[in-house]
């Protein structure tokens, strides 16, 4: 297996830096992010930091993991080490000639990629955060609402497992209303009612993951609660856009689930090619942990109650 290092370059506007493989290239003429293969005795961020550096010019100062993904193309098996880079100095130039721009993260499902490069886009288009809203009353709900959307967090599911079913309608009105205003990308979870507000897509529970044969329709994200492996593994090949695993360490709120730890989390993630956020006793500050570990971010429900004290 090919084992290659590969940069997501964002400029400070958030664009991302793209370049076409050369016509006589595996793959010629697609387009893909940055990199190349690893040399003898490179870790994954030396051989970044060179590739990127004789590829496109520049020299990387700030870097973590993305996302790992195993291809086989059948002609070649590619192990893609995938690295967001947010910072770095010099000027993105096509030093080997190459066709290169920069591009809007929305605009990337425009480009002809590779097969292995599109768990890359879904990765690259997440934020780190995946925020799980409940609340026991609809004033409850909306202030939850309120002070997560004070976090900055981009990504919500709307759960309202603890709402009483007839406050659930007027409620996931009031939210997606608010989100709206924020651009937050809102999916709703598979056990509330649909509803005539269309989010941006759907969560399915564990539940329903595992009685869903295909993919459901009409809807931009489709996301999955997963447990285990075998729950990844269904979800991935289901074509679930990113699954959050859960739990990975020990909760008050169910105490009798075995936390997974993170060396069953790491080793879960190295099997699957889609992101997936953990969750299960973690905050904001465990973020970097979960990187390490192969995770896109942390999920969770009281991580992101911020107040204006906080």
């Keep these: 297996m090919l084992h290659v290092a590969v940069g997501v370059i964002r400029d400070g506007s958030g664009n991302i830096l793209i370049s076409r493989r050369a016509p006589g290239a595996h793959q010629g003429g697609l387009w893909e992010f940055p990199g190349g293969k690893l040399e003898a005795g490179e870790t994954v961020r030396q051989a970044l930091c060179r590739e990127l550096h004789e590829e496109v010019g520049i020299q990387v100062s700030d870097a973590r993991p993305l996302i790992k993904i195993r291809h086989d193309y059948g002609d070649r098996a590619v192990l893609l080490d995938v690295w967001d880079v947010t910072a770095f100095s010099g000027m993105a130039t096509a030093c080997e000639g190459q066709a290169m721009r920069w591009v809007a993260a929305q605009q990337l499902s425009e480009y002809a990629f590779p097969a292995a490069n599109q768990s890359i886009i879904r990765a690259a288009l997440l934020p780190e955060y995946y925020a799980i809203l409940e609340g026991g009353s609809a004033d409850e709900v909306l202030n939850n609402c309120r002070r997560i959307l004070q976090s900055g967090v981009g990504l919500l ?104 730890g993170w060396a069953r989390v790491e080793a879960m993630l190295e099997q699957v090619n889609i992101p997936v956020y953990v969750m299960g006793g973690l905050g904001q500050a465990d973020c970097r942990t979960a990187h390490r570990a192969g995770a896109q971010g942390i999920a969770g429900i009281r991580a992101f109650l911020r107040t204006d004290a906080d």
């Design 157 to 260: 599911q709307i759960r309202l497992k603890s709402l009483p079913v007839c406050e659930v309608s007027a409620s996931i009105a009031s939210v997606l209303k608010l989100c709206r205003r924020r651009q937050v990308t809102v999916l709703l979870n598979s056990d509330l009612p649909r509803h005539e507000e269309t989010a941006d897509g759907l969560h399915l529970s564990s539940r329903a993951l595992l009685a869903a044969n295909v993919r459901p329709d009409g809807y931009r994200w489709l996301a999955a609660s997963c447990h285990d492996l075998g729950e990844l593994q269904h979800a991935e090949q289901l074509g679930a856009d990113f699954a959050v695993l859960a739990p990975v360490r020990k909760t008050a709120t169910h105490p009798d689930a075995i936390p997974l």
